[in-house]
């Protein structure tokens, strides 16, 4: 059971060069969410999708954008990449009773 | 606007000893409450949640009452073990689909042999 698919798992990038964060979900759940996790600030929300075709900005949306694929796929992209973005990134699904299903989490080192 | 305010962390604790780590939250509505526990170089997982006032989640010897007269969520376990160490996030969630999750700091727990 494969639950929500991050990949990759690890980055390095060089700032300005871009690159796209793919998630996956094969639980067949509605709403999915990118997440940025840094130090002493808890998970902060960047964008997320309540359902396939559908997507809205959350706490820290600046730099970034999303693709909501299909009901499966939620991709988030940085199309110039900063310093500040250096983080690491999770993808989330939503099911019943308001429970979140995290990925194992993307490590992203902007240089 | 919703927040979730959680102690600071390290907790270092020997094993059996009793842990708390404390939550209290503000929200405009009635959420549900949340534990999650993210254990080293993983996603987080749902470890218990409650959904109304007096309500008790517990999983896994861990335990945690949903106070709304003090918007309180402590999480609790009488005797650790050295496998919980991790970190700890209180959250809370408005309702289904609308994004309004919202997670604390988190509490990083280390327990020793």
């Known amino acids: ?111 | 606007g919703d927040s979730v305010t959680q102690m600071e962390g390290p907790v270092t604790l020997s094993e059996e000893a009793f842990l708390t780590i404390n939550c209290t939250y503000t929200a405009t509505g009635y959420p549900s409450l949340f534990w999650y526990v993210q254990y080293p170089g993983e996603g987080l997982q749902l470890l218990l949640k409650a959904t109304k006032a007096d309500d008790k989640g517990s999983n896994k010897g861990f335990e945690a009452t949903y106070r709304k007269e003090t918007t309180s969520f402590h999480l609790e376990k009488g005797s650790v073990q050295v496998s919980d160490s991790a970190v700890y996030f209180c959250a809370l969630s408005e309702a289904s689909g609308t994004y309004k999750y919202i997670f604390g700091t988190g509490t990083r727990l280390k327990v020793l042999a």
């Open chain 1, 1 to 111: 059971n494969a639950g929500v698919t991050q990949t990759p798992k690890f980055q390095v990038l060089k700032t300005g060069q871009s690159m796209t964060l793919q998630c996956a979900q094969d639980m067949n759940h509605n709403s999915m969410y990118w997440y940025r996790q840094d130090p002493g600030m808890g998970l902060r929300l960047i964008y997320y999708s309540a359902s396939e075709g559908t997507t809205d900005k959350g706490e820290v949306p600046n730099g970034y954008n999303v693709s909501r694929l299909n009901k499966r796929e939620f991709s988030l992209r940085l199309e110039s990449a900063a310093p500040s973005q250096t983080s690491v990134y999770f993808c989330a699904s939503e099911g019943a009773k308001n429970i979140q299903y995290f990925g194992a989490g993307t490590r992203l080192s902007v240089l």
